[in-house]
């Protein structure tokens, strides 16, 4: 009985003219930019940091967020399917017999699309990009520009997965119950953990969280520490969701933790190590 269940069907296009669609992923996408530059700005006048530097910085966070989740999914997840074909990574297009690339100008090739991104390869290129950004536009530490963007990445965590949500993707196991979502569009005939929603709303949560400890607290004077507080806050709830999702790798399927929670460790305790660090003014 799933009297209890709620079942999903919900069409991942807003609209579809012509062949050119519009996703809800997309829109979520773009709503997350948009509030995240409205935001940003705000802390960038409370910083007394120009807006003009604001272009330089999303173009830093966009382009490493891309290629570090591309990545990410290539090397963590995916290896298997690239080492003989590096470059499917970055090429959109697979051969097949009798089939056509773009209008029929290049016989034997199908457009594929890019697919397949990870959140883990985004948490280690968005950093280093960042890195460049603070010393090449900001002439400020880089932990600075870090506690900064972890409140702005919560909420575009928060969107990310409510888009993933309208797809019916990357959701969770079977709850054994009555209770859950049945994603009727993957397929499923049974209620599952909508774990898009458990990770969407941790995130606005924490994104709460972060914007109030900078705006009504004294922490944001300690390098370091905002972001310390989102490391641990937004891996530990990676870790502790990722046991009722499905296996993103299927040959991993039995391993005690699987890929996601192997490594969010290493994030979680990078985040212990910078609250609990000294920073300059306390030495």
């Known amino acids: ?23 809800w992923y997309s829109l979520m996408f773009v709503i997350s930019f948009l509030l995240g530059v409205h935001l940003m700005k705000k802390i960038y ?4 940091i120009s807006h003009e530097k604001m272009d330089p910085l999303f173009m830093y966070t966009f382009i490493s967020m891309l290629v570090g989740m591309r990545l990410g999914e290539v090397f963590f997840y995916s290896w ?4 003989d074909n590096l470059w499917k990574i970055i090429l959109p297009f697979e051969k097949r017999e ?9 016989k034997g090739w199908k457009f594929t699309g890019i697919s397949g991104f990870a959140s883990h390869g ?11 950004y603070a010393k090449k536009h900001l002439q400020k530490s880089w932990l ?6 972890g409140i702005m990445v919560a909420l575009a965590g928060f969107f990310i997965r409510m888009g993933n949500f309208f797809n019916s993707e990357i959701y969770g196991k079977e709850t054994g119950t009555s209770f859950g979502v049945i994603f009727k569009r993957a397929g499923e005939k049974y209620p599952c953990h909508p774990t898009q929603l ?18 009504k607290t004294d922490k944001k004077q300690k390098e370091g520490y905002l972001f310390g507080v989102f490391m641990i806050a937004l891996w530990s709830l990676r870790f502790l969701i990722e046991f009722v999702k499905q296996p993103q790798v ?28 000294k920073s300059k003014s306390e030495n």
């Open 98 to 106: 009798g089939s056509e690339m773009l209008f029929g100008l290049v």
């Open 45 to 48: 006048t409370q910083d007394g």
């Open 122 to 132: 985004a948490a280690v290129a968005i950093p280093i990009a960042l890195y460049f």
């Open 198 to 215: 458990y990770e969407a709303f941790s995130y606005l949560a924490l994104f709460f969280i972060l914007w109030r400890l900078y705006w």
């Open 250 to 277: 299927e040959e991993r399927g039995q391993w005690a933790l699987n890929t996601g929670q192997w490594l969010s460790i290493p994030l979680i305790l990078i985040g212990v190590w910078l609250m609990l660090r």
């Open 80 to 83: 298997p399917d690239y080492q």
């Open 1 to 23: 009985m799933n009297f209890l269940a709620i079942t999903w069907d919900w069409n991942p296009e807003i609209f579809n003219i012509g062949g050119f669609s519009v996703r």
């Open 144 to 149: 600075f520009i870090l506690d900064r963007m």
